[in-house]
């Protein structure tokens, strides 16, 4: 157990609808980081946030948005959903703003999104 | 484009048997990790290597980066079904923005 939690486990939506993806940080942990993986794709970094703030962007579409609560936990907003936009999501926490050798990622499971 | 090369992309061998996977890449990474992800579940860390030329082992893993910090490989000696899953590689560039590798999945038959 990684200490990253995920929900849901399973959405299924219809095109053009809006989802709301929710991740739990381990306990003191302050960056969550936000994956996509799909077949053709791999594990793509999509956004980070550090304690709040937005710390580092990748290749997240203008229809997704994501925040970071006090709390420290984290949800994504997927918009205007795609046929294409099916895949994994994880989420991912780590102590420090930086994911180097001394603040590894730990994953959560993941969220199987599949719009139809 | 990925940053970081796997090959390859899928390895089926007997148990017992070795494997090896590579992690290539023109750019230089400050460090370089392996992760293992096994169906419905996270990628989980299995090792970090940091210097040029280092060599870290995990029980039958054995992990190397290279001298020039641009390419790792894992070796599994005698390889066992509990081994399969997808191996991914991550590189963290100066900027500590962590790129994954497309992964390679292993299966090993009992």
């Known amino acids: 157990d990684s200490g990253v939690t995920q929900t849901p486990k399973h959405l299924i939506t219809a095109t053009g609808q809006r989802v709301t993806l929710r991740c739990s940080p381990r306990?003191?942990?302050?960056?969550v980081y936000w994956y996509q993986q799909s077949l053709d794709q791999g594990l793509q970094f999509l956004i980070q946030?550090?304690?709040?703030?937005?710390?580092a962007k990748g290749n997240i579409l203008e229809r997704f948005s994501a925040q970071q609560f006090p709390d420290l936990h984290s949800e994504l907003n997927l918009s205007s959903l795609e046929l294409g936009d099916s895949a994994l999501y994880f989420c991912?926490?780590?102590?420090?703003?930086?994911?180097?050798?001394?603040?590894?990622?730990?994953f959560g499971n993941g969220t199987r999104l599949t719009v139809t | 484009t990925q940053l970081l090369e796997q090959s390859p992309q899928f390895l089926s061998i007997q148990e017992g048997e070795n494997l090896t996977v590579y992690c290539n890449s023109s750019?230089?990474?400050?460090?370089l990790q392996w992760y293992r992800q096994e169906p419905g579940e996270g990628p989980v860390l299995l090792v970090t290597?940091?210097?040029?030329?280092e060599v870290k082992k995990l029980k039958r893993l054995t992990f190397q980066f290279g001298d020039a910090r641009k390419d790792s490989s894992l070796h599994i000696t005698a390889a066992q079904p509990g081994d399969t899953g997808l191996y991914l590689c991550?590189?963290?560039?100066?900027?500590?923005?962590?790129?994954f590798g497309a992964g390679t999945t292993v299966t090993v038959r009992a």
């Open positions: 991912a926490s780590s102590p420090s703003g930086f994911s180097s050798y001394n603040s590894p990622l730990h």
């Open positions: 306990s003191g942990d302050l960056s």
């Open positions: 750019s230089v990474f400050s460090s």
């Open positions: 991550a590189g963290a560039r100066n900027d500590y923005k962590l790129s």
């Open positions: 290597v940091v210097t040029g030329g």
């Open positions: 946030y550090y304690n709040g703030e937005e710390r």
